[in-house]
């Protein structure tokens, strides 16, 4: 688990001058049609308009739709619009503006209402009448137009020095479907991101941009963005009933514009809002969504194709676990799409797995905390060149598993924290919703609106960026209600019981559902307590009385601790520790595991993988690589942190990243760290050649033990077999001296054995003992068995042998 930080919103001044580079920017290059206002932006939270636009762009398509020519007519006033929607409407507290705003049908003709502050006059042009309407004050125009029926109508604004030719926001039906609201407040929704936020699309055949935003608790919700000067006044959403859903379709607005909810609380106060489903953001410190759409194409079919045919846990799964933003620091999406694919299929891993790539404010996290859950981090590229990062890693053979963190949320007030002014993402119980540990917010899991939020999140990120697998973080501070809590901190479930029921429904939903809709999927729990079922299927109940999980993998803490505590010893000690490395198999079958060495090893104090190893250098060198063949042979999966491939000897710290200079022999580096560097490719490829040594990882019959208490030698040896029975021969010797003819008894139809790997090797700068090979077993039992072979176990060191 990594330690949380918490971070702050952008800094206004920097946020209005970005703003204003953005409008001057774009009063050169706009060619879209008619936006609703000029582009000269304020920032992201910065004051109301100006009185008057200062500069207006030319709209050119704009301009051509227009229906002529138009006979100007006069119209009388309205009836006055009620005091009550008058204030509301000024006030941000109007929950139906399209009840008052637009056209409606009347007695005498068709009323046309609008609000449009700070202008001079408006116009309505509708078949073929040209009818200016009369002002009411504090912006609000209207006029009774001589019609018999609504037409389809456009509105010329005139302000200070230009004239602007729009449609009318309020004259359009809601763009949302009865079906999706009905399935948003069942909590059904598994394609959510098509129905909330803010969406480029054409309807009733205008272009524009349809916002909506769950927000239940709000009196009323505004949009406000770079197209009306961060002025929600004239943009008032509607509330589409019961669902707790705002809906506003505008005309004109597009790709690139900057928005976000302007929400007026229910004491009346507003706060201004991210969207939690944008797709886009601003480049942190900054906080503002972008709208956004893809025309990506994918060149991965193939890949998609064959990624169903063997599930995760009978098949080669070896990750090599990175941090975008300091593998290679300064790198975008598209840069690293050059040079990481290449960089791990050199070394043979399978998959790599992401770090958190979703938009989170503070880099010091390493995505943790995370305010933007369906959008990419915008620190490194643009959504389509995630998309391509991606791509180009299918294309070169390897799987992304991302890192997923549903467990909780940072604070920052203008994100999801009390999002409508009252707790909404958040459990509702501050004894629920505040997070002990991290001085977070934990999500409530027994609300169907946050539920479908986070299970429609598992499913975009597959489904639209083409991730292969999940990383669910902190799955054991979902679990329990009292994690990190203390007697009085916590108040049981309806049984009496410590598990938090709400959150073991939703994972096994949001693995369900994903298993469902995404073919050959993944998902890995970060779960390190002995929590029942976790790799088991939900429809499978276990002693507990609980059905399954529904995870496919889980990361195998007890393993990485033990192992690493044993490594970490003396040699001369480490015969009273010899049950740290065999006490994983005593559960091995009890879940579907990855053995996981992790970020979380190599920062904080830890030190780097070879630095706690014991010993001089070339000892802890040694040290290493028989850890990490003894790994790579274990059953279970293998993740290894970047760096590691390589026996860097510092920390990792998210602002240097790797040593590479380490491989460079130009700054002097060593061919020790090359040495490591061809082992763990040497691994890579073995193991992917030699299905005993992943194909049975679930199933006892995979593995046997030939020597697991010879802890006086501080050597380890045991069979791994696959499906056919075909076997590997993997031994470890953890002391630092040579064991010459050390006998292990084998299975008697092997007629010789053929050394695959030696961790010892010069290549690997080891110091290269070896012993004949191949080596025949010999007609005298040892250990249990009828035939044995004589071995020269090198100093230090793993070695591997198959039939020959």
């Known amino acids: 688990m990594t330690p949380r930080r918490q971070s702050s919103g952008s800094d206004p001044k920097k946020a209005k001058k970005a ?21 000269q932006t304020a920032p992201a939270e910065g004051p109301a308009a100006p009185a008057a636009p200062a500069v207006e762009v030319p709209q050119p398509e704009a301009a051509s739709r227009v229906p002529g020519p138009e006979v100007a007519v006069p119209v009388p006033a309205a009836p006055a619009l009620d005091d009550g929607d008058r204030e509301r409407l000024l006030a941000g507290t109007h929950h139906d503006p399209h009840a008052v705003l637009g056209a409606h049908p009347a007695e005498d003709g068709v009323v046309v209402r609008a609000l449009r502050p700070y202008a001079l006059s408006v116009t309505v042009m509708a078949d073929g009448v040209r009818a200016e309407l009369h002002p009411d004050g504090n912006g609000f125009f209207s006029g009774l137009l001589p019609l018999r029926e609504v037409p389809a109508y456009r509105l010329l604004v005139a302000y200070r020095d230009t004239v602007l030719d729009t449609e009318d926001a309020y004259r359009f039906l809601p763009a949302l479907g009865d079906l999706d609201l009905h399935l948003i407040g069942e909590g059904r929704h598994e394609q959510l991101w098509d129905v909330l936020g803010a969406h480029p ?37 509607r509330s589409l009933g019961s669902t707790g859903v705002w809906e506003l379709f505008v005309p004109g607005v597009g790709e690139g514009e900057l928005y976000k909810f302007e929400i007026t609380r229910p004491d009346g106060s507003k706060t201004l809002r991210a969207d939690p489903l944008a797709r886009r953001t601003q480049v942190p410190p900054e906080t503002a969504s972008i709208i956004t759409s ?34 290679r620091p300064g790198l975008t999406y598209r840069e690293l799409a050059e040079q990481l694919p290449a960089y791990v299929r050199d070394l043979g891993f399978t998959h790599v797995e992401l770090m958190p790539v979703a938009e989170h404010p503070f880099g010091g996290s390493w995505g943790y905390q995370v305010t933007g859950f369906y959008a990419p981090t915008s620190r490194l590229g643009t959504p389509d060149d995630f998309r391509y990062l991606v791509d180009k890693l299918h294309q070169a053979g390897i799987g992304v598993i991302m890192d997923w963190v549903p467990a909780h949320f940072p604070r920052d007030d203008w994100a999801l924290a009390e999002f409508d002014g009252r707790p909404l993402y958040e459990h509702s119980d501050p004894l629920r919703a505040a997070h002990p540990d991290w001085g977070t917010l934990e999500f409530d899991y027994g ?37 990190s809590r203390e007697s009085g901190q916590w108040t049981p479930n309806q049984y009496g019981g410590r598990e938090n029921l ?3 429904a939703f994972l096994q939903e949001m693995n369900a559902t994903l298993y469902r809709r995404v073919p050959g999927v993944v998902t890995v729990a970060e779960e390190s307590t002995a929590w029942d079922g976790v790799t088991r299927a939900t429809h499978h109940k276990g002693p507990s009385g609980f059905g399954g999980l529904g995870f496919g993998l889980k990361w195998n803490m007890g393993w990485m601790h033990d192992s690493l505590q044993y490594v970490s010893h003396d040699p001369i000690h480490r015969k009273f520790h010899h049950h740290e490395m065999t006490f994983s198999m005593v559960y091995a079958y009890s879940e579907n595991y990855v053995l996981p060495i992790s970020h979380d090893e190599v920062v904080h104090g830890k030190r780097s993988l070879v630095s706690k190893m014991p010993g001089d250098w070339w000892q802890q060198r040694a040290n290493l690589r028989a850890y990490l063949a003894f790994m790579w042979a274990h059953p279970g999966k293998q993740l290894l942190f970047m760096g590691q491939e390589f026996a860097q000897g510092s ?43 992943w194909q049975r990882d ?15 030698d501080n050597v380890f040896a045991f069979l791994r ?11 470890s010797n953890f002391a630092p001296v040579v064991r010459p003819d050390y006998r292990l008894g084998v299975p008697d139809d092997i007629p010789a054995w053929h050394e695959v790997i030696n961790t010892d090797a010069a290549r690997y700068g080891g110091s290269d003992v070896t012993g004949p090979d191949p080596v025949k077993p010999e007609p005298q039992g040892c250990h249990g068995r009828p035939a044995s072979i004589r071995l020269t176990l090198p100093p230090l060191a793993t070695v591997w042998l198959r039939p020959a």
């Open 19 to 39: 703003a204003k580079k953005t409008a001057a920017e774009k009063a050169v290059k706009k060619t879209a049609p008619a936006q609703e206002s000029v582009r």
């Open 201 to 237: 699309m054409t309807h009733e055949g205008v272009t524009g941009t349809r916002f909506s935003v769950w927000a239940p608790n709000a009196r009323a919700v505004r949009v406000a963005g770079t197209f009306n000067f961060w002025d929600g006044t004239a943009f008032p959403m």
């Open 294 to 327: 893809s025309d990506y194409e994918w060149n991965d079919e193939e890949w998609l194709a064959r990624r169903p045919e063997v599930p995760a846990h009978e098949a080669p799964f070896s990750v090599y676990e990175v941090h975008l933003a300091s593998w």
């Open 447 to 483: 609300r169907n609106e946050v539920r479908n939020f986070l299970v429609a999140n598992a499913v975009y990120w597959c489904e639209e960026f083409h991730i292969d697998g999940l990383r669910v973080d902190a799955v054991a501070s979902m679990l329990y209600l009292d994690y």
């Open 502 to 504: 709400d959150a073991v």
């Open 651 to 693: 920390e990792w710290s998210e602002e240097r990243g790797p040593d590479w200079w380490l491989l460079d022999p130009s700054y002097g580096a060593e061919p020790d760290h090359r040495g490591v560097l061809d082992l763990v490719r040497d691994l890579n490829a073995r193991y992917r050649a030699t299905p005993a040594l």
């Open 698 to 712: 679930i199933h006892p019959d995979g593995f046997q033990w030939i020597a697991g208490d010879a802890a006086e």
């Open 721 to 731: 077999y696959d499906a056919d029975g075909g076997p590997l021969l993997a031994v």
